[in-house]
């Protein structure tokens, strides 16, 4: 059972438009969120987190909003831009014992020039 | 710092092969997690060592699958024998605990088993 959920496969949006990639999860034991940024023939990088004291944390063009009653995450990229285009994991994970991270299934993000 | 390092970046072998991955951590992580990379399931998690012990490979798919580290900058995944359906990117990646947010979490570049 996914505990980690990114319902979208893809998404395709304009270059300097908004990108707006969702992550949902079961695990109300989860307190720290964390999005991956892929690209092909390359590992997974870091991107941004949040922690579930906050609802909100904003890292230059990409912002992580958490809405913790909804148990739902999402990431947004604004200005979009054709670097950009990559393969965007969520994961989440619990402070205590194990922190180890609970990685979404990605989501392929497209921005077209 | 180099990262993560994995040998070899491909792999094509034929159904039946012993198959052997690689991984260098990045000196002073302590932690280091292999992972499979599918169309179908993203990103599991197969095993991971702390202090070059193994603590959980629950997510081993089969006892065709090991892992071992004999050491703090080797580890290595083996397949025997290898199925079609073990072809997929397999990722190594290493962190160190006690640094809060990422913990440093660094993946290498991935291997792209392909088992014909």
């Known amino acids: 059972d996914q505990q980690v959920k990114q319902n979208s496969p893809s998404l395709s949006v304009q270059e300097g438009r908004i990108s707006i990639l969702n992550c949902d999860y079961t695990?109300?034991?989860?307190?720290?969120f964390l999005w991956y940024k892929k690209y092909p023939a390359e590992g997974p990088t870091f991107l941004i987190s949040?922690?579930?004291?906050?609802d909100k944390n904003e890292d230059g063009r990409f912002t992580v909003f958490l809405n913790k009653s909804a148990k739902h995450l999402s990431l947004h990229i604004v200005p979009s831009q054709p670097g950009d285009s990559a393969v965007y994991f969520c994961?989440?994970?619990?402070?205590?014992?194990?922190?180890?991270?609970?990685f979404g299934r990605g989501t392929s993000l497209i921005v077209h020039p | 710092d180099a990262g993560v390092i994995q040998s070899p970046r491909h792999e094509v072998t034929e159904m039946g092969q012993e198959v052997t991955l690689r991984c260098k951590p990045i000196?002073?992580?302590?932690?280091l997690f292999w992972y499979r990379q599918t169309m179908m399931r993203g990103l599991e998690l197969l095993i991971y060592?702390?202090?070059?012990?193994?603590?959980?490979d629950s997510g081993m798919p089969e006892d065709r699958f090991s892992a071992k580290m004999p050491n703090a900058s080797f580890s290595t995944l083996k397949i025997q024998p290898s199925e079609p359906r073990d072809s997929a990117v397999y990722f190594c990646?290493?962190?160190?605990?006690?640094?809060?947010?990422?913990?440093?979490?660094?993946f290498g570049s991935g291997t792209r088993l392909t088992v014909v």
């Open positions: 990646a290493s962190s160190m605990a006690g640094t809060g947010g990422n913990y440093g979490y660094t």
């Open positions: 000196s002073g992580h302590d932690y």
């Open positions: 994961a989440a994970r619990t402070s205590g014992g194990s922190y180890i991270p609970t």
């Open positions: 695990n109300s034991m989860f307190d720290y």
């Open positions: 060592f702390n202090n070059n012990v193994p603590i959980d």
């Open positions: 949040i922690s579930s004291i906050k």
